[in-house]
């Protein structure tokens, strides 16, 4: 059973990436809709787990829908890796590094800022 809902969140998480993908298409070669479709997932699953799912009670069932199959689909880094392929081999070398440093410290980033939040909500 639990594998059904992970799969239900999984296709939800996949169709919202693609919609927002599709929503706000970009002529640019800079892949900025999976920078920021995976730094907002990045900031949602700290926070998510380090305060709702404390907060609340939810069962270990509902924790792993929501963070494996909605969020894990709806990040990506498959598409950051073929992303990242295409802007070195369309000679955008200097593009392709500032992409690899901005998804990786940049979710780093974000996921202490989901964690910061958390701790902040805390102590109110």
Do not use: C, Q
């Not at 919609?19 to 700290?46: C, M």
């Not at 998510?48 to 069962?59: D, E, G, H, M, W």
């Not at 990242?84 to 392709?96: H, K, P, Q, S, W």
Request: charged content about 10%; proline content about 2%.
């Amino acid at each position: 059973m639990d594998y059904l809902f992970v799969g239900i969140a999984g296709i939800l998480g996949a169709i919202l990436r693609y919609w927002i993908g599709i929503t706000f298409l970009t002529h640019s070669s800079f892949p900025f809709t999976t920078l920021a479709i995976n730094l907002v997932g990045s900031f949602l699953l700290a926070w998510l787990t380090s305060n709702v799912f404390k907060r609340i009670s939810i069962s270990p069932l509902l924790v792993t829908t929501i963070g494996t199959g909605l969020i894990g689909s709806f990040t990506t880094f498959s598409t950051f890796s073929i992303e990242t392929v295409a802007l070195f081999r369309n000679g955008d070398v200097l593009l392709g590094f500032i992409y690899v440093i901005v998804i990786i410290f940049g979710g780093l980033f974000m996921s202490r800022l989901g964690f910061n939040t958390s701790s902040e909500v805390k102590k109110s």
